[in-house]
């Protein structure tokens, strides 16, 4: 078992920047993949990015790239999501997840999840 827990979210304004924690705890967080998602109401659960093991390579959705950075620190146990110039549109309760087989942009292959946080951002 992996238990996430995310942290970070908050009300920003448009333009403005929030770094997302993910701490992971229970089994090695360095033999997991870690993944962002996102889902706003009425909508399907949104992948964002991903990161290896190792952290050497990352992987993002075109939505986001350039201005969200995943990253993690295995010595910590924790991921992160550096999101910056924010949009009204990127309002959403952000998960992380955690998956054992390599990183992958399907909800459904992650098998452990975080109870979410929320991000709204104001226009």
């Known amino acids: 078992q992996v238990q996430l827990a995310e942290s970070g979210g908050g009300l920003v304004q448009a333009g403005g920047s929030l770094r997302l924690s993910c701490a992971a705890s229970?089994?090695?967080?360095?033999?997991?993949?870690m993944g962002w998602f996102r889902q706003a109401p009425g909508k399907e659960r949104e992948f964002l990015a991903a990161?290896?093991?190792?952290?050497?390579?990352?992987l993002y959705a075109d939505s986001v790239k350039g201005r969200f950075t995943i990253s993690r620190d295995n010595a910590k146990n924790t991921a992160y999501l550096q999101m910056d110039s924010l949009k009204p549109a990127d309002t959403a309760v952000y998960y992380c997840?955690?998956?054992?087989?390599?990183?992958?942009?399907?909800?459904?292959?992650?098998?452990?999840w975080g109870q979410g946080t929320q991000v709204t951002v104001s226009s």
């Open positions: 229970g089994r090695t967080f360095s033999n997991y993949a």
């Open positions: 990161i290896i093991r190792g952290g050497g390579s990352q």
């Open positions: 997840a955690a998956e054992a087989h390599g990183y992958a942009v399907v909800p459904a292959l992650y098998k452990y």
